[in-house]
């Protein structure tokens, strides 16, 4: 026969498994509330950020650099439009490939077919050229400004 233990052992790991639940039914409700409800949301709005649809980004434009009848190099540039509002981006959607062709028209007029040696227009020319030839197709209930995100030229492989 197994002699009798003293219960006291197995009170005390039974008070302090109550103690435990009892802390985890307190410490549950708490993160549940309206303090952590913002995530399902997402987080509050900042008061001065921008909205994110606010500018619309055009793929790159990639231009060779010839000399004579070779390519010697070729640029590329990155563009954002401001819109005007931000109901207006499914419009400038609609006219993104008329927008693409001015804006290739303006930067081949401009860069294709430079002499040897002379440097490519600083990013405010290439602002204010393609700024009136996007006002043409766009007008300013469209487009706002136009933002340089990125320029710059490579040797052609």
Do not use: C
Request: proline residues 9%.
């Amino acid at each position: 026969m197994i002699p009798a233990r003293s219960s006291r052992p197995i009170l005390r790991v039974a008070a302090l498994a109550v103690a435990a639940l009892a802390a985890v039914a307190i410490v549950v409700p708490s993160t549940v509330g309206p303090a952590h409800a913002s995530e399902k949301n997402g987080p509050p709005p900042r008061k001065h950020q921008l909205p994110a649809n606010r500018y619309y980004t055009l793929q790159p434009f990639t231009l060779p650099l010839f000399d004579g009848e070779d390519v010697v190099d070729q640029m590329t540039i990155v563009i954002a439009l401001e819109l005007a509002s931000d109901d207006k981006r499914q419009d400038v959607e609609r006219i993104v490939p008329m927008i693409r062709d001015v804006m290739y028209r303006e930067l081949f007029r401009m860069v294709s077919f430079r002499r040897k040696g002379q440097p490519l227009p600083d990013v405010d020319m290439f602002k204010a050229r393609l700024s009136r030839a996007i006002r043409v197709v766009a007008g300013e209930k469209l487009v706002k400004s136009l933002l340089v995100q990125q320029a710059f030229e490579r040797p052609a492989r």
